[in-house]
């Protein structure tokens, strides 16, 4: 899918034509829902399968260097997390203005997030490379700690990348060009991939190489996100400071969508250092390894499924914008539907060639001993994977219609009470130990998922009854 718009030199910036994104957004759901997906899928899978090759490099340098990244990923998945949340309002808000007709109002919240930008990636860089380390300390890094202080540095230190480059994903989301989302997303993984093994082996930077191979690749896809965004100017909505206006109520309308989307990720953050915590107390730093690893493909095989989330939430963020409410419910029913059945197959493949994933972990003497707990988990993770389906499908729908708050109270009772309460009551209080906690992994995921899908067709049918009082008003 490309974005060309023709005959928009010398035309003010709410006269030009709407891109084929745009036109999907507003078209029949379920199509837009396949087709935005689509390039979304294929970026994250390679982003997926980079943090799976990062993960098999860093693998050779010994189980305290996995250690180590796994450590310190909860904060970095923080850091990502806030800058995704953010994103998601501001997609949801743009996604909206477009469904509205109101190409001005997209404009402005994109100056929005510009600025959103600026003073988030500021404030974060000042508070990680200041307070990493006893951070670190507090999450029991134990032998790995120098090792995790090392990459988080680094890592932290540009966090302004990190921010800068999710925000330009979003603005491109919730206009719904996914295709360039793809290119930058897609190559920045492919260049982060080469340079790891060079930087960590041949010029001996160690688990430093892995950090500085993610900042070269976000320093690279910035400057490509610029180029498209300022220069070549051909994305429908408008980085112009003629669009300008600061306002509140749209600050507060970003914000009421990204900040509970923050916490959301957040919570996975939080959810993470909980679990390595647990697993420490009764198995070791092993156990946080083999969780580690196995979660990056457990990441990696539930990517199709946060693919179809994030379309969903441009596509139902433009039906509830144009006061189609009936499309909520064939968007929402759709997307987990098709989130199921892919999670299903996901779950097959991850289960049958187990063994094989966990070579690529183990493949030194250094972790070899990790294999027969690494095949477990991913065994254990098969029984994860469809049921995530009802939950982010959920959610991602009360996002989209600007409902953040409620989004944020599924995810925190899924993550935060169901699966850690649940992991805590069967690893350490009934002590069935590291097998315990993956199943209290499984068993809360189920059942906030179902609890989260049938909160969100209670409020479909809600604004269903409010679309056919609005429409009886508007024929009176």
Avoid at 418 to 432: K, P, Q
Wanted: hydrophobic fraction near 55%.
């Amino acid at each position: 899918m490309t974005n060309e718009i023709r005959g928009t030199e010398g035309i003010e910036p709410d006269q030009k034509e709407a891109t084929r994104g745009v036109s999907l957004l507003i078209g029949d759901p379920k199509e837009a829902i396949l087709k935005l997906s689509g390039p979304m899928i294929v970026a994250m899978v390679i982003l997926a399968a980079y943090n799976l090759v990062n993960a098999v490099w860093v693998a050779g340098l010994g189980s305290d260097a996995l250690a180590a990244v796994g450590f310190v990923s909860p904060i970095f998945m923080a850091v990502v997390g806030l800058s995704n949340g953010l994103g998601a309002g501001v997609s949801s808000y743009i996604s909206r203005r477009i469904g509205a007709r109101d190409k001005r109002g997209a404009d402005n919240a994109t100056m929005h997030a510009m600025l959103l930008t600026i003073f988030v990636s500021v404030a974060l860089t000042f508070l990680l490379l200041c307070f990493s380390e006893p951070l670190l300390v507090a999450m029991g890094a134990g032998e790995a700690l120098d090792l995790a202080v090392e990459y988080g540095r680094i890592v932290f230190a540009g966090s302004i990348l990190v921010v800068f480059t999710n925000m330009a994903y979003a603005i491109l989301r919730g206009e719904g060009d996914t295709t360039r989302t793809m290119y930058a997303m897609g190559g920045g993984s492919l260049i982060n991939a080469v340079l790891d093994p060079i930087l960590i082996y041949w010029a001996g930077w160690g688990i430093s190489g892995a950090a500085w191979g993610m900042i070269i690749s976000l320093l690279l896809v910035s400057a490509v996100q610029i180029y498209w965004l300022c220069i070549k100017k051909d994305t429908y909505v408008s980085i112009s400071w003629r669009a300008f206006a600061l306002s509140r109520d749209v600050m507060r309308d970003i914000l009421g969508v990204g900040i509970p989307a923050s916490v959301e990720f957040l919570l996975y953050s939080i959810d993470a250092i909980i679990i390595n915590g647990m697993l420490v107390r009764v198995s070791g730093t092993d156990a946080v390894a083999v969780y580690t690893a196995g979660w990056r493909v457990g990441m990696m095989a539930l990517i199709p499924l946060v693919a179809i989330a994030t379309a969903e939430i441009s596509v139902a963020g433009a039906a509830f914008g144009a006061r189609r409410y009936g499309n909520l419910s064939i968007i929402h029913n759709f997307s987990t539907k098709l989130g199921f059945v892919v999670g299903l197959f996901m779950a097959v493949i991850t289960g049958l060639f187990a063994p094989q994933i966990t070579a690529f972990f183990t493949y030194t003497s250094e972790s070899a001993h990790l294999a027969p707990t690494m095949i477990a988990f991913l065994q254990f993770m098969c029984l994860f994977y469809p049921f995530v389906s009802p939950g982010i499908m959920s959610a991602s729908l009360f996002q989209g219609a600007g409902k953040g708050l409620t989004s944020l109270v599924l995810n925190a009772l899924r993550d935060v009470v169901l699966i850690t309460m649940m992991s805590f009551v069967l690893g350490i209080t009934l002590g069935f130990g590291e097998r315990g906690i993956w199943l209290g992994i499984v068993f809360g995921n189920i059942v906030g998922s179902l609890l989260g899908y049938l909160w969100a067709r209670l409020y479909i049918s809600r604004v269903k009854t409010m679309e056919g009082s609005w429409r009886h008003s508007a024929v009176s």
